[in-house]
């Protein structure tokens, strides 16, 4: 079965930066989009970005546009979220997730992550 599993996440302080990965075990086909989502403690999960797999279109949460980035890698079957000028309110589990939708609707999404923790201090 398929598989997304995501790396990176941890614990930096207020303005520091860290990148997210989201490995596919299966070759990614040029219909797939993958999205990362993030859910806070008490809240619902919540887009964040997104990225078409067979071209540049790429779509952001207005709350980290100019400082979150998303790519690619195709040979290595791996999207990226670099997170720069992090702050305390992006503390969540990020979780990335294919759908063949160009959706930030969480439910246009059927293969999860297991998720990966970031923690921004104050």
């Known amino acids: 079965q398929e598989q997304l599993v995501e790396s990176g996440g941890g614990s930096v302080q207020a303005g520091g930066s860290l990148r997210l990965s989201c490995a596919a075990s299966?070759?990614?086909?040029?219909?797939?989009?993958i999205g990362w989502f993030r859910q806070a403690p008490g809240q619902e999960r919540e887009f964040v970005s997104l990225?078409?797999?067979?071209?540049?279109?790429?779509l952001y949460a207005e709350s980290v546009k100019g400082r979150f980035t998303i790519s690619k890698d195709k040979s290595l079957n791996t999207v990226y979220l670099q997170m720069n000028s992090l702050k305390p309110e992006d503390t969540a589990i990020y979780y990335c997730?294919?759908?063949?939708?160009?959706?930030?609707?969480?439910?246009?999404?059927?293969?999860w992550g297991q998720g990966t923790q970031v923690t921004v201090a104050s």
């Open positions: 997730a294919k759908g063949s939708q160009y959706s930030s609707d969480r439910r246009d999404y059927n293969r």
């Open positions: 990225i078409r797999w067979h071209s540049e279109s790429r």
């Open positions: 299966e070759r990614l086909y040029s219909s797939s989009v």
